[in-house]
Each structure stands twice: as structure tokens, then as C-alpha cells.
């Protein structure tokens, strides 16, 4: 499937890469893989099962029964677990902090690889996460790393949630970011790197279509269709 044209973003929590991801799939018509909820879901399954997620082999246990659908829609991804809507709960802060617990686990990272990949359908496909370019897609036509600092990326986290009616402080904010861009970056396997021939994109001081025209204007013109 390496005709098929696939563009990765990666980066940390809050940078806007799902964002970003959804705008330019939208103009390209292009597939969108959520990555992050794709682990989301795995950390939720094993929450629901009481597995603990210190254990690599507790939560890998849980694993075999889940049973997960993704579902594309207009706001990017209906997520199901067994049966069961849950786009809502996956977008949840506990369950974030949980699937970053479980995204440095191998053997979780190796079970839901062909998940990922499996997303790589025609006419193409846009996937954010932390390993796109990296390691799920590493002949990706296109690889972004888009970054910002912790201070922008925790406002736009309390809008986000603030918009969904959940109350937070900035404060506790900054401290789950921060711990976070730590597990992230320092987990031994597939850590979160930016590739060595990504297109490195600072959104701090950019909006979302300053952003996108600058994927954009680094993409070949065989993936322009959209």
C-alpha cells in the first residue's frame, strides 16, 4: 500500500495536531487516523476491567476482550467498544492520562500497530499521534511534527474542556502536560521524536489555516486532488 499517499503529524499533547489532522484531510478528502484514540480506547477497555496499569501484562490481559470500532464522522472518529459508544468517555482527562500510562507499554504498542495501519486506504490518509512518521508510517509521504509551548497548549486544553463544560485550572493543567510530554518523550519504546526529514511546524503564534497552508505548500502535487 505505499502508493496509497499518507501525511503524519506528530507532536505533544495540545499542539493541535487533531486539529489540524481533520482540516487538511477535510480540503484533501483524505482518511483520518486519530491514533490517540485508538489508545484511548485500549486505556479505557483496561480501566473498565480493573487491570492495572502499571502491569504490562495486566493490561494486556484485559486487551484480549476488547472488541473496538472506529467509526469516521464529520468531527473525525465514533469510537465503540464492545457495543458501546464511547467517543465521549475517551476524550475524558482521566482516561488521557491512563491511555499515556499504557501508550509506552511494547507490547500494547505492538497489538494495535495493524489497527493503525490498517486506516491506509484510498485516495490517502492524514494520521496524528506521537509515532506516525516515526515508526507506524516511516514512508510517509509527508511527516509534520507540529509543536507549541506548554503555556499555549494548556489554554487551548482549558477552552476545549471548558467548552464541554468541565472545569479546570491551568495550574493542574500545566502539571498533567508537562508529565505527560515526559512519559512521552523519554518511554523507551517509540518515543516522541520528531523524524529525521519531518517538517517541523511551531503553531504557537499560528492559526489553524496558517498552519494547514503550510502543509499544504510542502505537499507533492500528486496529493492536491482535494
Given at each position: 500500500?505505499?502508493?496509497?499517499?499518507?501525511?503524519?503529524?506528530?507532536?505533544?499533547s495540545g499542539a493541535?495536531?487533531?486539529?489540524?489532522?481533520?482540516?487538511?484531510?477535510?480540503?484533501?478528502?483524505?482518511?483520518?487516523?486519530?491514533?490517540?484514540?485508538?489508545?484511548?480506547?485500549?486505556?479505557?477497555?483496561?480501566?473498565?476491567?480493573?487491570?492495572?496499569?502499571?502491569?504490562?501484562?495486566?493490561?494486556?490481559?484485559?486487551?484480549?476482550?476488547?472488541?473496538?470500532?472506529?467509526?469516521?464522522?464529520?468531527?473525525?472518529?465514533?469510537?465503540?467498544?464492545?457495543?458501546?459508544?464511547?467517543?465521549?468517555?475517551?476524550?475524558?482527562?482521566?482516561?488521557?492520562?491512563?491511555?499515556?500510562?499504557?501508550?509506552?507499554?511494547?507490547?500494547?504498542?505492538?497489538?494495535?500497530?495493524?489497527?493503525?495501519?490498517?486506516?491506509?486506504?484510498?485516495?490517502?490518509l492524514v494520521a496524528?499521534?506521537?509515532?506516525?512518521?516515526?515508526?507506524?508510517?516511516?514512508?510517509?509521504?509527508?511527516?509534520?511534527?507540529?509543536?507549541?509551548?506548554?503555556?499555549?497548549?494548556?489554554?487551548?486544553?482549558?477552552?476545549?474542556?471548558?467548552?464541554?463544560?468541565?472545569?479546570?485550572?491551568?495550574?493542574?493543567?500545566?502539571?498533567?502536560?508537562?508529565?505527560?510530554?515526559?512519559?512521552?518523550?523519554?518511554?523507551?519504546?517509540?518515543?516522541?521524536?520528531?523524524?529525521?526529514?519531518?517538517?517541523?511546524?511551531?503553531?504557537?503564534?499560528?492559526?489553524?489555516?496558517?498552519?494547514?497552508?503550510?502543509?499544504?505548500?510542502a505537499l507533492p502535487?500528486?496529493?492536491?486532488?482535494?
Amino acid at each position: 500500500m505505499t502508493d496509497i499517499p499518507v501525511i503524519t503529524i506528530d507532536g505533544p499533547s495540545g499542539a493541535g495536531k487533531g486539529t489540524i489532522a481533520r482540516e487538511l484531510a477535510s480540503e484533501l478528502c483524505f482518511h483520518l487516523l486519530d491514533s490517540g484514540a485508538v489508545y484511548r480506547a485500549a486505556a479505557l477497555h483496561a480501566l473498565d476491567c480493573g487491570a492495572d496499569l502499571d502491569t504490562e501484562s495486566s493490561v494486556m490481559s484485559a486487551l484480549v476482550s476488547m472488541k473496538a470500532t472506529f467509526i469516521p464522522d464529520v468531527d473525525g472518529v465514533q469510537v465503540w467498544l464492545n457495543e458501546r459508544n464511547v467517543t465521549y468517555d475517551i476524550r475524558r482527562e482521566t482516561t488521557g492520562n491512563a491511555a499515556s500510562k499504557v501508550a509506552v507499554m511494547p507490547l500494547v504498542r505492538e497489538s494495535v500497530l495493524d489497527e493503525q495501519r490498517s486506516f491506509r486506504t484510498s485516495p490517502g490518509l492524514v494520521a496524528d499521534g506521537r509515532d506516525m512518521g516515526t515508526v507506524v508510517f516511516p514512508d510517509a509521504t509527508l511527516k509534520v511534527f507540529l509543536s507549541a509551548s506548554v503555556e499555549v497548549r494548556a489554554e487551548r486544553r482549558a477552552k476545549q474542556l471548558k467548552d464541554k463544560g468541565i472545569d479546570v485550572t491551568m495550574g493542574s493543567l500545566l502539571q498533567e502536560i508537562g508529565a505527560r510530554d515526559e512519559r512521552d518523550s523519554s518511554r523507551e519504546h517509540s518515543p516522541l521524536v520528531a523524524a529525521h526529514d519531518a517538517l517541523i511546524i511551531d503553531s504557537s503564534d499560528l492559526s489553524i489555516k496558517q498552519v494547514v497552508a503550510r502543509i499544504r505548500s510542502a505537499l507533492p502535487q500528486a496529493c492536491m486532488a482535494g
